[in-house]
């Protein structure tokens, strides 16, 4: 399978990034990644794990490439390397207005860009509340041109019981829009359960 590019930006969600990338790796899933100024400092106050130690993490794995969101040099900034799409996950709404209106001011806007002239998939996982006019305008832009827009809200039917149920549960959402099925094992069993 070509690469999955993840593009990781400064909005709440964290968590959601980090389970993708795992998720994809331990399935040997080859991931380009990249991430925004923003979204170090939002994994900072989100997460237990420093940034630059998961991304140390994620290098041991040979199907694991990260760029800098600085490198539009990078590979994932030019149509002439095969991917498999990408997500942004998660997705501030100002990434999405920048995508919406082609700006390209650094990499995870570049690779965007690339997806959309190339047709290949995108996948934005906005994060933001309530939503303005505005949001819901550059979304409805980019899902017109074939973009997929997948909030992230739980599924309160399957009885999610913690954090890391709804997690997996969007994260499986999310990578089934690129044909990858039931890579979430037992971490979507709690589906259907009764008190």
Request: glycine share 6%.
């Amino acid at each position: 399978m070509d690469p999955v590019v993840v593009g990781i930006s400064g909005a709440s969600g964290s968590v959601l990034a980090q389970t993708a990338i795992d998720t994809l790796l331990r399935h040997d899933i080859p991931v380009i990644a990249t991430c925004s100024s923003a979204a170090r400092m939002v994994w900072q106050e989100e997460m237990d794990e420093q940034f630059a130690s998961v991304v140390a993490r994620w290098q041991e794995n040979p199907h694991f490439t990260y760029c800098p969101i600085g490198d539009l040099k990078s590979p994932i900034a030019s149509g002439s390397i095969p991917t498999s799409g990408m997500v942004v996950i998660p997705c501030s709404t100002g990434t999405v207005a920048a995508i919406a209106q082609g700006i390209s001011t650094n990499l995870l806007q570049r690779a965007a860009e690339v997806c959309i002239k190339e047709q290949r998939r995108l996948v934005l996982i906005p994060r933001e509340t309530p939503l303005s006019a505005i949001h819901l305008e550059n979304m409805l832009k980019l899902a017109r041109l074939g973009v997929m827009i997948i909030p992230p809200e739980p599924a309160f039917y399957l009885r999610p019981r913690t954090i890391q149920d709804i997690t997996d549960y969007l994260v499986a959402k999310t990578l089934n829009a690129f044909g990858i099925q039931d890579v979430m094992g037992d971490g979507l069993r709690y589906q259907r359960t009764t008190d």
